[in-house]
């Protein structure tokens, strides 16, 4: 027998005849449907003063003219200034570019590294598996800049890495690595691999291992039942963590300034943008370089979800 | 009366300064992304929206009562980090200020660079409202005169600062960005030249060319001040920066790029680029004087500072009183105070920047004949320096800034330098 709306609770129909004994059902699915929208409100209401209005706001001063401390006292004028986002791509595209190159460079060195040490722990790490994870999110319990401040003193020119490696004479006198891109991405990528190594254990973990012992029953060997059998069910982890890390790393600002800041290739735009809006004043433009930046990581992750295979671009989407 | 931490009964003066707070500079303070970022949130872009009721350019300072018999009992006073007095958790100048006039005093120390800072009071003073603060300390150049043009800063009443008139230095009284003190009044001032480690440099530099030059520095060791280095470099190439126009700032930038491009080159610096120069990752760099004395004279690290051949930069940072202020009688009379002899050698002792008040050079060097051993000594140094005292031979030598006063000039200039960095 096929089922109608009416049987389902909470579809029933407005207005329906029903008898006696099902009217009950109408009143409960009022109730859900009122719970559900209360459930739904704080979270909502917080989404919408904290990230819709702002972006209205940022979207309107992008379109808008004027801004300038002077003439205008900072105030901005609406008057849907196009142009605002040729001059702020057309100045500094290649800031956008190098962004994404240094967030796809630790992105790509993230998962290396945060692949192996995930898998080990949730293949091997037994009643150890909790632990070991835990050690992986202890730098979360020490603030994002205090961390990346403590590079300057790994990476410093003289410092604990290479000051006993120059007094060695390993390292020539002017070698150097902080104020360097190579800094910048090294920052990215230590700060942002708890990110990546959460997804992937988390997919990891999940693999039913009895599949991995039927591939080697069927004589896959060791790495062929990982590439045939692991990788492919980890896929959902593994573009987690790409989302996860790539697209915040992108628009990275305390990484850049602190461990790259002012030397030769290393402003992001992250810092364009803290500077247009924070030392220029010029808002109309802080803010199309801050939509050009959000709209091209939307577009990018879609791009990847799509290439990659997750059927929901919502996830990437809410992710960019 | 003032009250000395140096000179309490039964505490010594290396014990009064142990127990008192790490001497740092103001200036040394790195920018931290995390709060420079959460600025850029919504109170930026509000003000950025918001209809100004005080229209921009009209110049029109709201009148003050400066009244003595009208002034608060409170003032708000803002200010950079340890950039006073202070002795166990008090600021001894401002509590000597509550004895005497009976108005306590807020100190906030909550400005690290004057862009964010003024963008952080911005939605307030578009608004034609009170910002919560009597004084602010702002540097001369494009902010002090955005807010002196919008009518932002109170104009202040010249009859009613003795103290200023009576001891206020040459180059404190009326700078020409700003005629008269009409707005401001000198906080503290200091020199941008070059500061270098003497342990790490080849040999003493002498020119701000000398920067880029690997006889005098190692490959990958100079830094450069973003916000000054374009004066300092004008000056330094024979252009007053006060009256320099788009051509100037070209040859500064070509300079400027050189550098940038030069072996000896390491980074380019907002602030913080003292941490670099005490851990060694500097040899020289542009340098601001009070840094580089305060590591010199009080922990003894091999720095010194130059005034290159061709000059330094002056800047100065003024107490200006915000439009709307609620006790501008007050504010007034508190700014007058710090130009008490007494009280300004307070400060001075404590921040080793030029103070405004010349007297105090003598004062220092009186406390230093009470004194012994090496307090003695370094109280000795900070009254002989020429940085700090600056005789008028070594102020013919340096100049103020260019004072950007519109929005063209402001677009110009930044698109000019900043790009520099942002390569």
Redesign the interface.
């Given at each position: 027998m096929s089922q109608t709306t009416a049987d389902v609770p909470g579809l029933i129909p407005e207005g329906m005849e029903l008898p006696p004994a099902r009217k009950g059902e109408r009143a409960l699915a009022r109730r859900r449907r009122l719970a559900a929208y209360l459930l739904l409100f704080p979270g909502g209401l917080y989404l919408v003063i904290g990230f819709v209005v702002p972006l209205i706001i940022i979207v309107i001063t992008s379109l808008s003219s004027g801004g300038g401390l002077f003439s205008t006292g900072g105030a901005t004028t609406f008057t849907w200034e196009f142009s605002n986002y040729s001059t702020a791509f057309s100045e500094h595209w290649q800031i956008y570019v190098r962004s994404v190159m240094f967030a796809g460079i630790a992105t790509v060195i993230c998962i290396g590294l945060a692949y192996p040490m995930a898998y080990w722990i949730a293949f091997y790490g037994g009643k150890w598996k909790a632990t070991l994870f835990m050690l992986i999110l202890v730098p979360f319990f020490v603030s994002f800049v205090i961390r990346t401040v403590q590079w300057n003193f790994i990476l410093g020119t003289n410092g604990l890495l290479f000051g006993p490696l120059k007094n060695l004479g390993l390292l020539s006198e002017d070698f150097r690595v902080l104020k360097t891109p190579v800094a910048v991405i090294a920052g990215i990528t230590y700060n942002y691999m708890p990110f990546a190594a959460l997804p992937l254990y988390v997919a990891l973990e999940r693999i039913d291992r009895r599949l991995v012992e039927a591939a080697k029953d069927l004589y896959a060997s060791k790495p062929m039942a990982f590439r045939k059998v692991v990788l492919p069910l980890s896929v959902p982890g593994i573009f987690a963590a790409v989302i996860l890390t790539f697209v915040p790393a992108t628009g990275d600002y305390i990484n850049s300034v602190i461990l790259g800041g002012g030397g030769p290739g290393t402003t992001m735009i992250g810092v364009l943008i803290q500077s247009y809006f924070l030392v220029q004043h010029e808002y109309p433009i802080a803010a199309a370089l801050s939509v050009i930046l959000m709209v091209s990581m939307l577009v990018l992750a879609i791009a990847y979800a799509r290439v990659l295979g997750t059927e929901d671009d919502t996830i990437a989407a809410a992710a960019a | 009366m003032t009250i000395d931490p140096q000179q309490q009964p039964g505490l010594s003066s290396a014990l009064a300064r142990g127990m008192t707070s790490r001497r740092m500079s103001r200036r040394n303070m790195?920018?931290?992304?995390?709060a420079?970022?959460g600025?850029?949130?919504?109170a930026?872009?509000?003000?950025?929206?918001?209809?100004?009721s005080?229209?921009?350019?009209s110049n029109a300072a709201p009148a003050a009562n400066f009244d003595p018999a009208t002034a608060g009992d409170h003032i708000n006073f803002s200010n950079w980090p340890l950039y006073i007095d202070k002795a166990h958790g008090t600021y001894p100048s401002l509590d000597a200020f509550t004895k005497q006039y009976d108005i306590s005093v807020t100190y906030n120390d909550e400005i690290n660079?004057n862009?964010?800072f003024?963008?952080e009071i911005?939605p307030q003073?578009?608004a034609g409202q009170d910002t919560k603060r009597d004084i602010i300390v702002i540097t001369n150049g494009?902010?002090l005169?955005?807010l002196i043009?919008?009518g932002?800063a109170t104009e202040l009443d010249a009859s009613r600062r003795p103290n200023f008139d009576a001891n206020a230095a040459s180059w404190a009284k009326s700078p020409f960005y700003d005629e008269g003190n009409r707005f401001t009044m000198a906080w503290q001032s200091g020199l941008t030249g070059v500061g270098y480690n003497t342990e790490l440099a080849h040999k003493p530099p002498t020119k701000l060319d000398d920067l880029m030059s690997t006889d005098y520095f190692?490959?990958?060791?100079v830094?450069?001040l973003?916000s000054d280095a374009p004066d300092l470099v004008m000056i330094n190439l024979g252009i007053d920066p006060k009256t320099s126009q788009q051509a100037e700032w070209d040859e500064a930038a070509t300079w400027l790029k050189k550098l940038?491009d030069s072996d000896t080159?390491?980074?380019?610096?907002?602030q913080?680029y003292v941490?670099d120069l005490t851990?060694?990752?500097l040899a020289g760099t542009m340098a601001w004087s009070g840094d580089v004395l305060y590591y010199k004279i009080w922990e003894n690290q091999p720095f010194d500072f130059i005034v290159p051949e061709n000059g330094a930069l002056l800047w100065i940072d003024n107490m200006v009183i915000p439009a709307h202020s609620a006790n501008p009688a007050g504010a007034l009379e508190l700014m007058d105070w710090f130009y008490k002899p007494d009280i300004a050698q307070m400060v001075t002792e404590w921040v080793l920047y030029m103070s405004p008040v010349p007297a105090v050079q003598g004062l220092i060097d009186e406390h230093a004949k009470k004194e012994s051993g090496k307090y003695a000594d370094q109280l000795a140094q900070t009254a002989e320096s020429p940085m700090l005292w600056p005789d008028q031979a070594l102020l013919d030598r340096v100049s103020l800034g260019r004072n950007i006063?519109?929005?063209d000039e402001?677009?110009a200039w930044?698109a000019t330098f900043?790009s520099i960095?942002?390569?």
């Open positions: - | 790195i920018k931290l992304g995390g420079s970022v600025t850029l949130s919504l930026s872009i509000l003000a950025a929206c918001s209809k100004s005080t229209p921009g350019g660079d862009s964010s003024i963008g911005l003073l578009r494009e902010y005169a955005g043009t919008n932002w190692p490959t990958g060791s830094g450069v973003q940038r080159f390491y980074a380019a610096y907002d913080g941490d851990a060694k990752n006063t519109t929005d402001s677009k930044h900043d960095w942002q390569q």
